[in-house]
Nanobody, 127 residues
């Protein structure tokens, strides 16, 4: 079992930065790939970014590429999402999720493949 807790959300202005954290408890978290997803008001949940178990591979949605950076510290059982140049359209609840056996093309986008999910943290960007 892996439990995930997101933190770091808040209310910011357009152009500001935030760093989200996904803290994990449970065994073997360092063996899991981790993804960040978000769900904006009235929208479906969508992929944002993902990272492989050792940080050797990172993947981003086109909408955040160049602005967001995903990283992890396996010694601290934590994955981060650094969000810069925030826009009002980034407003959403952000979720992290862990995938023990990622495989296949674009595995990072397949929500159903993730084994564990956090409760989410709200990010609101005002214009």
């Amino acid at each position: 079992q892996v439990q995930l807790v997101e933190s770091g959300g808040g209310l910011v202005q357009a152009g500001d930065s935030l760093r989200l954290s996904c803290a994990a408890s449970g065994r073997d978290f360092s063996s899991y790939a981790v993804g960040w997803f978000r769900q904006g008001p009235g929208k479906e949940r969508e992929f944002v970014a993902a990272i492989t178990w050792n940080g050797g591979g990172t993947y981003y949605a086109d909408s955040v590429k160049g602005r967001f950076t995903i990283s992890r510290d396996n010694a601290e059982n934590t994955v981060y999402l650094q969000m810069n140049s925030l826009k009002p359209e980034d407003t959403a609840v952000y979720y992290c999720a862990a995938d023990r056996f990622p495989y296949g093309s674009a595995w990072w986008t397949r929500q159903a493949d993730y084994d564990y999910w956090g409760q989410g943290t709200q990010v609101t960007v005002s214009s």
